[in-house]
């Protein structure tokens, strides 16, 4: 963890990107979310781990805007976005990638990129609209492709042909279009080998600081190597927050989710960047 992350954490100084409180959501017999509250650091990179069940996904569509809580709120930058729909808040500067990749398959990767921009930018292509303006759109898109490490060679491929990590490159680029103040990153590593897995983990790592993310991921490696902070989620409830170090070695959370003091526990890697 960076002093300056460190430092806002301990003290609570200034606003946090991202501030749930006492979120609650249930489905009739099952409470998902108990008393979720959880900060966000500006910058930081924060991982939420938990056992399958733990209530993860209902908490991501809780931020992400898909579900409503029953009680709670939730703070954007200071904002209270907790009444907003979904593109109210990627319009507010709240992004997400999903489990599943979402991108348009049918389309070249380039023209996916050129329409999440178009998107965001609120432009619609008119058969009177600028060539400047188009070409600049283009250009935009290019550049995006490049910070996200997508090859130029890939721009005029069918998005659904790429290799699988390659389409979770696509579509961490198109969460990224709109610049979000907070990225929500739902299990990204889903469904990859570990040579793709240790790709896209360096790409997330090169975007530290361009958003502060929160990172839902089963992959432990990737997890205790990327996150500044870490919060470990429970029975819809979370137990622990710390930074990885604190984390492995929390009794709670190794009896509840990492396992037994048998049980190793991934240390955080050095980055290889």
Known sequence: ????????????????????????????????????????????????????????????????????????????????????????????????????????????????????????????FRFWRARQAETELYEQARALAAECAIDASLLHTQAGVLPHGEQRKVEFALALASRPQVLLLDEPMAGMGPDETLRLTELIETMRGKATMLLVEHDMEAVFRLADR?????????IATGTAAEIRDNEAVRQAYLGDDDTPVPTKVESHA
């Open 1 to 124: 963890m960076t002093n300056t992350i460190a430092a806002a954490s301990k003290a609570g100084s200034g606003t946090a990107a991202l501030q749930a409180r006492g979120l609650m959501k249930r489905f009739g017999a099952l409470q998902a979310t108990n008393d979720v509250s959880l900060d966000l650091v500006p910058g930081e990179i924060h991982g939420l781990i938990g056992p399958n069940g733990a209530g993860k996904s209902t908490l991501i569509h809780l931020l992400s805007g898909t579900l409503s809580p029953d009680s709670g709120q939730l703070l954007l930058g200071g904002r209270d976005v907790t009444s907003l729909s979904g593109h109210e808040r990627v319009a507010a500067g709240l992004a997400r990638s999903f489990q599943i990749t979402n991108i348009f398959k049918n389309y070249t990767v380039l023209d996916n990129l050129v329409l999440a921009l178009q998107a965001c930018s609120g432009s619609s």
């Open 230 to 238: 870490i919060s470990v989620l429970v029975a819809g409830h979370i």
